[in-house]
């Protein structure tokens, strides 16, 4: 049973930070790839982040050196620390999981962050507003 439940929205001055928590299913989690998208109202979905199994990780030219993802395997939680935030981050936030977009040299590669309809299974969404 796919299950992801996003935590740690909310509303926020510029240059502040916030950080979001996904618990997922053991299922979900043993995904090949995990990460976070959003979607500001009006626009399209825009990938923000991913992580694989071993940890390495990509992101969005648009939040590099503000945000972090990270995960917790104990735990089965994902996380996306997002530092000096700004009026154009405000979008409402998914936790997404997702097979490898392909394989080479037997090292998995993601996709979440730069093409976020490939996401197999997410969240509701944690809401997250950004004022100037």
């Known amino acids: 049973q796919v299950h992801l439940v996003e935590s740690g929205g909310g509303s926020v001055q510029s240059g502040e930070s916030l950080k979001l928590s996904c618990v997922a299913s053991?299922?979900?989690?043993?995904?090949?790839?995990m990460g976070w998208f959003r979607q500001a109202p009006g626009k399209e979905l825009e990938g923000v982040a991913d992580?694989?199994?071993?940890?390495?990780?990509s992101y969005a030219d648009p939040v590099k050196g503000r945000f972090t993802i990270s995960r917790d395997d104990a735990q089965r939680t994902l996380y996306l620390q997002m530092n000096n935030l700004k009026p154009e981050d405000t979008a409402m936030y998914y936790c997404?999981?997702?097979?490898?977009?392909?394989?080479?040299?037997?090292?998995?590669?993601?996709?979440?962050?730069?093409?976020?309809?490939?996401?197999?299974?997410w969240g509701q969404g944690a809401l997250v507003t950004v004022s100037s």
């Open positions: 997404a999981a997702a097979r490898a977009a392909f394989v080479f040299a037997e090292k998995e590669y993601c996709s979440i962050s730069w093409r976020p309809n490939d996401s197999a299974a």
């Open positions: 053991e299922d979900t989690y043993s995904s090949a790839c």
């Open positions: 992580i694989d199994r071993d940890g390495s990780t």
